[in-house]
C-alpha cells in the first residue's frame, strides 16, 4: 500500500466513524432541522420595570385590506419585573390613525406575566382613519399607573401562518379585497396622548 493510499484509507475510515455522530445532529422529533421555522415580526420593549413582548395588531388575511371605519385588536405579552404591582391603564394612538379602546385597567402583580387578547381580544384600535392591509407600523403609548408612559412601534401582521387562528377585533374583520391602487400605510406621531380606560 503507498503512502497515498494509506492516508486516504485513514481519512475514509475517521470520516464513516463520524458520520453516525453527525446524522444524529439532524434527525429525530426534536432536531432543530425538523422544526418550522417563522422569524416573528411582533415586538419586544423592556422598560422601567415593565417587559412587553410578542406585541403586534392582528391585520386582515393576505391579499385584502381592513378597511376606513374598521377595527384592530392588540396583542401582546406583560410581565412586570418591578418590585411593585403596577396596572396597564391606558393606551394612548394618534387621532389621525384611529381610536384607543381599553375597557378596564390590566392588573400586572410582580413577577406574573399577563397575555393580551388571548382568549378574547380586549384593547381595540377602532374608527381607522385609512385601510390597512399589514406591514404597517402604528406607534402607541402604553400607561402603566406606576412605571409611567411605555412608547411602542406595533407592527400590523396579517392574519397567516401562527397568526391565522388569533380572533379578529370583536364584530368582525371589516376586511374586503383591496382596489386597484393600494393605499399608504399609518403611522402615528411620536406623541400620541392616552387613552383613560372606559
Known amino acids: 500500500m503507498t503512502r497515498n493510499s494509506r492516508r486516504w484509507a485513514i481519512a475514509a475510515a475517521a470520516f464513516l466513524a463520524a ?3 453527525l446524522a444524529g445532529c439532524g434527525t429525530g422529533e426534536d432536531a432543530n432541522t425538523s422544526k418550522p421555522y417563522h422569524p416573528t415580526e411582533a415586538v419586544t420593549v423592556r422598560q422601567n420595570g415593565i417587559d ?26 406583560l410581565v412586570n419585573s418591578a418590585r411593585t404591582a403596577d396596572q396597564l391603564v391606558g393606551v394612548g394612538i394618534d387621532p389621525a390613525v384611529g381610536t384607543a ?16 387578547g388571548t382568549p378574547t381580544p380586549t384593547i ?5 382613519k385609512q385601510p390597512l392591509g399589514g406591514g404597517e407600523s402604528i406607534k402607541i403609548q402604553l400607561q402603566f399607573a406606576n ?21 379578529p377585533a370583536p364584530g368582525g374583520d371589516q376586511s374586503s379585497t383591496p382596489s386597484a391602487s393600494p393605499s399608504e400605510g399609518a403611522t402615528a406621531s411620536p406623541s400620541p396622548s392616552p387613552s383613560t380606560t372606559e
Open 19 to 21: 458520520a453516525p455522530v
Open 52 to 77: 412587553i413582548s410578542q406585541a403586534f395588531f392582528l391585520g386582515p388575511e393576505p391579499g385584502s385590506k381592513i378597511q376606513a371605519g374598521g377595527a384592530i385588536p392588540l396583542y401582546m405579552s
Open 101 to 116: 379602546k381599553i375597557p378596564a385597567p390590566v392588573e400586572l402583580k410582580t413577577g406574573q406575566g399577563v397575555r393580551i
Open 124 to 128: 381595540v384600535v377602532e374608527g381607522l
Open 147 to 167: 412605571a409611567g408612559i411605555i412608547p411602542v412601534t406595533v407592527p400590523v401582521i396579517t392574519r397567516s401562518r401562527e397568526f391565522a387562528t388569533l380572533a
